[in-house]
């Protein structure tokens, strides 16, 4: 009775194991496949010895940085507003005149290069 | 219907000829598209990959499905099996990893599938005694975590060494006997006394 409690041991683990039920017989197994394989097979086998053509396509490189384009675009608006307000105030003209007039008078002539005096003024040439 | 046994009749008339080269060859040839050779590579293995996933997957009825895919996978690339001596244990390792997959994602089926075997005739009048013994042992296997019983399916079932089971496996050889006897045990305890009750039975049956 007290055998009856034991654990079994391996040989008889082994034992029910090889009782256990077998798996079915195979029925069909490698026709079912052949169809299978049958309708993985591709359309167009490819030749060993040709080389595939592709339609090339143009590459659209996006813009890698959006924010450079950004910076592009307000850079260029706000050249762009500056263009506008400088213009309506005529002040980019006076600027440059007063800048050529006191070339023209001299006052700068200290910093004109060697040679500028001989030149003369140009009002010299337009009094006369 | 008809082509498509045309063609396998076909391919099995040329099979012959392939019938006897070594898996290199056949494997070589089926990478050259070659059938009649791949079929002769199915007929070498196809009861022992479907035997592992049959006992794998608890007897599912996917089964075949699953030892099909594994040949298709194969045959979409022979080339990957990159030593022929080693064609069973990569079919076998493919064939297994695709059942834990398929049951990792459906864990309820698994629950089910074990259930199937265990449950699947339990009126004790309808089998006779032997037939309740297999029953019983089914469902103690079913019951155990799928590596333990993949290690068993792999060492007892298909008479696998320790260390073509552990490659099968990708395992060190240790850890494939650790598997291997945490899943012997804890059979003894799933089975307890009546595990002996059915060594008796057995034992009067013969």
Request: glycine share 6%; hydrophobic share 45%; with cysteine.
């Amino acid at each position: 009775m007290s055998k009856m409690l034991e654990p079994i041991n391996d040989i008889e683990l082994n034992k029910l194991l090889d009782a256990s039920t077998a798996p079915p017989e195979l029925v069909d197994f490698e026709a079912r496949l052949l169809r299978n394989m049958a309708a993985l097979r591709p359309a167009v086998v490819p030749h060993d010895n040709v080389v595939p053509l592709f339609k090339p396509t143009p590459d659209i490189v996006a813009p890698k940085n959006k924010s450079r384009g950004l910076s592009i675009a307000a850079a260029l608006a706000a050249s762009l507003v500056v263009g506008v307000l400088i213009g309506n105030t005529g002040d980019v003209s006076s600027v440059v005149d007063g800048l050529t007039g006191a070339i023209v008078s001299g006052q700068v002539a200290e910093f004109a290069p060697a040679g500028v005096d001989d030149i003369g003024l140009a009002d010299e040439g337009r009094n006369s | 219907m008809g082509a498509i046994l045309a063609l396998h009749h076909g391919t099995e008339t040329t099979a012959g000829r392939w019938q006897s080269a070594s898996d290199a060859a056949l494997l070589e040839a089926s990478a050259r598209r070659i059938e009649p050779a791949f079929v002769v590579l199915i007929q070498r293995y196809q009861r022992d990959v479907f035997r592992v996933v049959w006992r794998i997957s608890g007897g599912h009825a996917d089964s075949e499905d699953i030892a099909q895919e594994t040949f298709l996978r194969l045959w979409a690339n022979p080339a990957q099996v990159r030593e022929a001596k080693a064609l069973k244990g990569w079919l076998l390792r493919v064939a297994s990893n695709m059942v834990m997959d398929r049951y990792r994602r459906k864990p309820t089926e698994e629950i089910e599938a074990a259930e199937n075997v265990a449950d699947s005739n339990p009126d004790p009048l309808e089998c006779t005694e032997l037939t309740q013994v297999s029953r019983t042992v089914d469902a103690a296997v079913a019951q155990l975590p799928e590596r333990q019983r993949l290690a068993l399916a792999l060492v007892h079932f298909e008479q696998l060494s320790n260390i073509a089971a552990a490659e099968v496996m990708e395992l060190s050889v240790d850890a494939l006997e650790s598997l291997l006897a945490r899943a012997r045990r804890r059979l003894k305890e799933i089975l307890g006394p009546k595990g002996r009750e059915m060594i008796l039975t057995m034992e009067k049956a013969k």
